[in-house]
């Protein structure tokens, strides 16, 4: 079996900021333009109680022979704020649901037919940071549904541009690109009546190789309907309980520490 080194397995895709890593007024150079959409882009989607999207991802990882590999998956993901979100994943690098009710996250491998369960703080922002500062897993696009997306998108940027409007998937959109000192990220914004993200990318400058990411928004909804059930979790039969670092270990969901 060919050996893959896994960068987190989709897990530091965003979430760029941890305690003391915002960049200052002073250090940032971003164009107004640029300021101005990502804004609007981040007051439409938190203008929303009850939203969720469907997107389709790929990240470079490394093959034992140096050989940059790209694996891929699709996502699904509900929120209801301040304190519901599931989410589901099917790819290559296996397949997976999480679900939190606002007390406890849940994540299930539905390939090996294993869960953890785990206890939570009661709002979505608080467990998203609560799981990146724990357990390192970090929800993929999660900066999208928080309660700040702007602030969370934006506040590790020490430069960001307008590029311009340019198509994805036939969709007019406003190109935006940003830095720092360890990453660079692309926003696709639709240019039309309704400012969604249609596309990002990332590349992780300060990993080996520089990988990329990048997603595809398929469809959003800013008006869904979601029920209590779609965020509570039932252990399918003859599922086997594992904690939940023996999950993490077991999934991939640890980020491995660079040599």
Not at 133 to 156: H, T
Not at 225 to 245: R, V
Request: hydrophobic residues 40%.
């Amino acid at each position: 079996m060919w050996t893959i080194k896994r960068l987190g397995s989709w897990l530091p895709v965003i979430l760029f900021l941890s305690p003391g890593q915002s960049a200052s007024p002073e250090e940032k150079a971003i164009e107004p333009k640029a300021e101005q959409v990502l804004r609007e882009m981040a007051d439409y989607l938190t203008g929303s109680s009850a939203l969720a999207f469907k997107a389709e991802a790929s990240i470079d990882e490394f093959h034992e022979t140096g050989l940059k590999i790209q694996t891929s998956a699709r996502r699904t993901m509900a929120v209801r704020r301040p304190d519901r979100a599931a989410s589901n994943l099917d790819g290559d690098q296996g397949s997976r649901s999480a679900w939190y009710d606002g007390k406890t996250i849940s994540v299930l491998d539905k390939r090996h037919n294993t869960y953890s369960v785990l206890q939570a703080p009661d709002s979505l922002d608080a467990a998203l940071d609560f799981l990146a500062e724990e357990y390192d897993i970090v929800l993929p696009l999660a900066d999208f549904v928080r309660d700040d997306v702007y602030e969370s998108l934006s506040s590790a940027a020490n430069f960001g541009v307008y590029v311009g409007l340019h198509e994805v998937d036939g969709v007019l959109c406003h190109h935006l690109a940003f830095a720092n000192d360890f990453l660079e990220w692309q926003i696709w914004v639709d240019a039309g009546k309704e400012p969604l993200p249609r596309k990002m990318v990332i590349n992780y400058k300060d990993e080996p190789g520089e990988p990329q990411f990048t997603a595809r928004f398929l469809s959003w909804n800013l008006s869904a309907e979601l029920p209590d059930d779609l965020f509570q979790f039932t252990p399918p039969e003859g599922a086997q309980e594992l904690k939940p670092e023996s999950m993490a270990s077991r999934i991939g969901l640890i980020k491995e520490e660079k040599p």
